[in-house]
């Protein structure tokens, strides 16, 4: 990301963000993953604000082309489901191809997984809303490898802290989180977004991982 000031007002505009579209929510959740939550983050309903999508977007862009080198980029691939909007703007923005990993292959057609064009070699950036444990990520980087893509770096808006990064790097996937929970937390107590109370429940499931 840029540096120093910018870098901050960046964070904290993601977090007004949020607040204003209602995005965190508190009560008992069951994640992708499997695992139970306190809390819930629905990045789904972003592409819902055009001008919060149209931001949240650039800020993607900004983190790919301060953490990556664009022309090492082939390709970009979207994570279903919540990955899919981010990635294809972003992949316009950058004009890189845009792909995406369907959950199940499919059984008419082509019956294959991956929509879009890849050849062998073509390095692919993956794109998510957030992580949590890595998983569907690590699924897609795999169907990609398994076309003959490399996949080295993963891309989302917030980092959960939930054991995510730590999987993706032992599979020599490095993440690049604009913001993690910590962080999103502690600026929202901090913007008056949410109770003391909400700000120790976020921070225990943290710990929890």
Do not use: W
């Amino acid at each position: 990301m840029p540096s120093g000031r910018k870098t901050e007002d960046i964070k904290i505009e993601t977090c007004k963000v949020l607040d204003h579209i209602g995005a965190l929510k508190f009560g008992a959740f069951k994640l992708t993953s499997g695992r139970l939550s306190p809390y819930y983050i629905d990045l789904r309903i972003v592409p819902s604000f055009p001008d919060a999508f149209e931001k949240i977007c650039d800020f993607y862009v900004k983190l790919i082309k301060t953490e990556i080198r664009p022309e090492e980029i082939d390709r970009i691939a979207g994570i279903p489901v919540a990955g899919i909007p981010f990635a294809s703007i972003i992949s316009f923005t950058m004009k890189k191809p845009f792909l995406y990993v369907r959950k199940g292959a499919r059984l008419h057609g082509r019956e294959r997984r991956i929509e879009g064009v890849i050849a062998p070699g073509n390095r692919v950036l993956l794109v998510d809303d957030l992580v949590t444990a890595g998983l569907s990520l690590l699924k897609t980087a795999k169907a990609i490898t398994a076309e003959g893509g490399v996949v080295t770096d993963a891309v989302v808006l917030i980092d959960r802290q939930e054991g995510g990064k730590e999987k993706l790097g032992k599979n020599g996937i490095k993440l690049h989180a604009l913001l993690n929970i910590t962080e999103v937390v502690n600026t929202m107590h901090d913007l008056g977004s949410i109770d003391e109370e909400q700000l120790k429940t976020i921070l225990k499931q943290v710990k929890k991982k």
